[in-house]
C-alpha cells in the first residue's frame, strides 16, 4: 500500500530533514506518527502526497512511485488520496458544497454523482445542513468536518492527514477523531501526523516516532511516548 | 476536456466575478478608463489621416504644351504621359478652360482677367495625377524631361511642407496610441494581478486537492477575456455617441469647405470591435501571466 525504501530528504539551505527512512504501510492500517517538532514528521507526510520531493530514495503509493513522478502527474497521483491539514487549506469563497464538490470537478465526474456523493460526504461528517454555508461561517471544527468530506468524496484508498486537530479544542478533536475511526472502519487506511498526547493514548493504534529525520519507534499497539 | 467542464469553467468564472464585486469592479474600471483614451486617440488619430489624405490627394502637376506643338497630336502625347511610371490618371485641359478655372477661384477679383479672353496668355496643359501623392515631385521631373513640355508646376516647396506636415501628424499619433496601449495594458494586467494574488492560496489549495493546471487556469481565462470584454462596452457607447455629436456640428459648421471627417459607419463599428478585441486581449493576457506564476507552487 505505501511503502518508503531508503528515503533521504535534504532541503535546498542544508537541512536534512529525512535520513534514511524505511516504512511499510499495510492496506487498512491506521498510523500515528509523532515526534518533537522539527524532527522531520511534517517533511515526512509532504513527501507523501508529493508536496516535496525527496532527494533519494522511493516512496511508493497505490503502486505509483512518487519520487519519479513528472509534474505533470502529481494531480492524478494526489486524486488518489486524501489530504488533511492542520489549516483546513477550504476555498474561502465557495460554499460547504462547493469545496466537496470541486475534488469531484477535477475529475470531471458527472454532476449527477457529484450531488449524491457530496450529499453522501457531507452526511457522514453531519453538515448536509450547513451545506450552502461559507467556510468563514463555520466553526474551527465544522471546518475541519468539510475537509475530511472532501478528502473522502472521491474514495481514496489512503488518507492523510497533517495534525488535523491542531488548531482544535480538546472535545472537538475527538468528534473529529470518530469521524476518521469510521473512515478507516470502512477499509481506507490512515496516515496521521499529531501532537495529541491523549488520543494517541486513548485510539491505540500502530504508532512510528520520528526523530532527527530517522524513525525512532514503531509499535503495533504504541503510545505517545512524548511529555508534551 | 468534457463539455460539461466547459460548462462548469463558465459557471466558476462568473461566481467568482460576482463574488469578488469590488476586484472585478476595479478591474472593469481600469480598462474602461484606458480604453476611453484609447478610442479618442484612435478616433482623432484616424481621422488626421483622413484628412491628410484628402489634402494629399488634391496635389496635381499641371504640364503646359508648348505652343507650337500642334493639337492634333495631343491624343499620343496623352498616351506618352500615361506611360510614365508612378502616374495614375491624365487629363487633358485647354487654355480657355484652364482660365475659366482661374476666374472662378479668383472669385470676384477673378472678374478682371475676364477681358483676357480674347488674348489668352495661358497654355493647353495636362492634369497629372500620381498613385501616391509622394511620387509628385520624381514625376513631375519625369514629365519635365519631355520635349512638347514647355513647364511643370507642381506647388513645389509646398507640397514637400504638407508632407512633412501630414507624416509628422501621423506619426505623432501612432506613438501616442500606442503608448496608451502599452499603458492600457501595464494598467489592467497589474489590476487583474491584484485580483488574483488575492487568490494564490487558492490557486494552491486547487492543486493539493488534484486540479491540474488548465483546469485552474479556464476559468481565469474566461474572467479575465469578460472583464476585459465589460471594460470596452462604455467607451463604445461614449465614443459612438460623442463621434455622432461632432460629426454632425464639424459637417453643418464646415460643410462647405473641403475638409469631411470620417463617416460614422464604418468607423466607429470598426472601433467598436477594435475596442472589444482589445479588452478581451488585454484581459485574458493579464489574467493568464498572472495565474502562470502561481501555478508554479
Known amino acids: ?135 468563514d461561517e463555520l466553526s474551527g471544527g465544522e471546518q475541519q468536518r468539510v475537509s475530511i468530506a472532501r478528502s473522502i468524496v472521491n474514495h481514496p484508498p489512503v488518507v492523510i492527514a497533517d495534525e488535523p486537530t491542531g488548531n482544535l479544542d480538546p472535545e472537538t478533536a475527538w468528534e473529529i477523531m470518530d469521524i476518521f475511526k469510521e473512515i478507516n472502519a470502512r477499509g481506507t487506511t490512515v496516515v496521521m501526523a499529531t501532537h495529541n498526547k491523549e488520543i494517541v493514548n486513548t485510539i491505540t493504534k500502530r504508532v512510528i516516532a520520528i526523530e532527527g529525520g530517522r524513525i525512532v519507534r514503531d509499535e503495533a499497539k504504541g503510545d505517545y511516548g512524548y511529555e508534551d | 476536456m468534457k463539455i460539461r467542464t466547459l460548462k462548469r469553467h463558465f459557471v466558476e468564472a462568473f461566481k467568482s466575478m460576482g463574488r469578488n464585486g469590488w476586484m472585478s469592479f476595479a478591474s472593469i474600471s481600469a480598462v474602461t478608463v484606458t480604453l476611453l483614451l484609447v478610442s479618442v486617440f484612435l478616433a482623432i488619430l484616424l481621422n488626421i489621416n483622413y484628412i491628410a489624405s484628402q489634402i494629399e490627394d488634391d496635389v496635381q502637376i499641371r504640364a503646359y504644351i508648348e505652343r507650337t506643338e500642334k493639337a492634333e497630336n495631343y491624343d499620343t502625347y496623352q498616351k506618352q504621359l500615361e506611360q510614365l511610371d508612378k502616374v495614375k490618371t491624365v487629363k487633358y485641359q485647354s487654355k480657355e478652360e484652364g482660365l475659366d478655372e482661374l476666374i472662378e477661384s479668383l472669385g470676384d477679383e477673378g472678374e478682371a482677367f475676364s477681358s483676357l479672353k480674347n488674348e489668352n496668355p495661358l497654355r493647353d496643359a495636362f492634369i497629372i495625377y500620381t498613385d501616391k501623392p509622394q511620387d509628385t515631385a520624381a514625376v513631375a521631373k519625369e514629365v519635365e524631361k519631355l520635349k512638347f513640355v514647355n513647364k511643370v508646376e507642381y506647388g513645389k516647396g509646398t507640397v514637400e511642407k504638407l508632407f512633412k506636415v501630414t507624416d509628422a501628424a501621423r506619426n505623432v499619433g501612432i506613438v501616442l496610441v500606442l503608448g496608451l496601449v502599452f499603458t492600457a495594458m501595464f494598467l489592467i494586467s497589474n489590476t487583474i494581478k491584484l485580483t488574483i494574488v488575492t487568490r494564490r492560496r487558492e490557486i494552491e489549495i486547487m492543486k493539493l486537492v488534484g486540479a491540474t493546471n488548465g483546469f485552474i487556469r479556464w476559468p481565469f481565462f474566461i474572467e479575465g477575456f469578460a472583464l476585459g470584454v465589460f471594460g470596452a462596452f462604455l467607451p463604445i457607447v461614449v465614443i459612438a455617441v460623442g463621434y455622432q455629436a461632432i460629426f454632425d456640428i464639424v459637417n453643418q459648421k464646415l460643410g462647405t469647405v473641403f475638409i469631411e471627417l470620417l463617416p460614422v459607419t464604418p468607423l466607429i463599428p470598426q472601433l467598436s470591435i477594435l475596442m472589444l478585441l482589445i479588452g478581451g486581449v488585454i484581459g485574458v493576457w493579464g489574467s493568464l501571466t498572472s495565474v502562470r506564476k502561481f501555478l508554479k507552487i
Open chain 1, 1 to 135: 500500500m505505501i511503502e518508503m525504501i531508503d528515503v533521504w530528504k535534504t532541503y535546498p539551505n542544508g537541512v536534512m530533514a529525512l535520513n534514511g527512512i524505511d516504512v511499510y504501510i499495510e492496506k487498512g492500517e491506521f498510523v500515528y506518527v509523532v515526534g518533537p517538532s522539527g524532527a522531520g514528521k511534517s517533511t515526512f507526510i509532504k513527501c507523501m502526497y508529493r508536496e516535496e520531493k525527496p532527494t533519494q530514495g522511493s516512496i511508493i503509493i497505490n503502486g505509483t512511485n512518487l519520487a519519479k513522478v513528472k509534474e505533470r502527474q502529481i494531480p492524478k497521483v494526489r486524486r488518489k488520496m486524501g489530504v488533511i491539514f492542520q489549516d483546513f487549506k477550504l476555498l474561502p469563497r465557495l460554499t460547504v458544497y462547493e469545496n466537496v464538490a470541486f475534488a469531484l470537478e477535477v475529475i470531471e465526474e458527472s454532476p449527477k454523482v457529484i450531488r449524491e456523493r457530496v450529499m453522501e460526504v457531507l452526511d457522514l461528517v453531519k453538515l448536509k445542513n450547513k451545506a450552502r454555508m461559507f467556510p
